[in-house]
C-alpha cells in the first residue's frame, strides 16, 4: 500500500525559505513520477512541480526559479526546496505519487502540509 506523509510546512514572512519533505513507503520511487500540488483557500488545486521518471524535473510558471524539486531514492523522499517565498504561495501543500510515466494522473496523496507566507 503506498503512503505518502509530508512535513515541514510553517509560516515564515516573505523572501524566506521552507523545505518540504515527503515520506514515501509501500513502493519503489525511483519507479513513480512524483510531484507536489497546493491548493490555496478558495482556490483550484495547483501542480507546483513535477519529478518524472526520467529524473526530468517541471515547474509551475509562479514558482520557476524559486522551487526545486528532489528525490532520494535510497531514503525514499520527496523534497521541496522553497526560496523566496511570497505571501501567495501561502496554501495547503501536498505530495503525489503515479506509477504512470505520463505523469497526468496521480491516485496516490499524502494528508498535505500547510505553508503560510506573511507580508
Known amino acids: 500500500q503506498v503512503q505518502l506523509v509530508e512535513s515541514g510546512g510553517g509560516s515564515v514572512q516573505a523572501g524566506g525559505s521552507l523545505r518540504l519533505s515527503c515520506a514515501a513507503s509501500?513502493?519503489?520511487?525511483?519507479?513513480?513520477?512524483m510531484a507536489w500540488f497546493r491548493q490555496a483557500s478558495g482556490n483550484q488545486r495547483e501542480r507546483v512541480a513535477v519529478?518524472?521518471?526520467?529524473?526530468?524535473?517541471t515547474y509551475a510558471d509562479s514558482v520557476k526559479g524559486r522551487f526545486t524539486i528532489s528525490k532520494d531514492n535510497a531514503k525514499t523522499t520527496l523534497s521541496l526546496q522553497m526560496n523566496s517565498l511570497k505571501p501567495e504561495d501561502t496554501a495547503m501543500y501536498y505530495c503525489?505519487?503515479?506509477?504512470?510515466?505520463?505523469?497526468?494522473?496521480?491516485?496516490?496523496w499524502g494528508q498535505g502540509t500547510q505553508v503560510t507566507v506573511s507580508s
Open positions: 503525489a505519487a503515479s506509477s504512470s510515466s505520463s505523469c497526468i494522473w496521480f491516485p496516490y
Open positions: 509501500g513502493y519503489t520511487l525511483s519507479s513513480y513520477c
Open positions: 519529478f518524472d521518471t526520467h529524473g526530468s524535473t
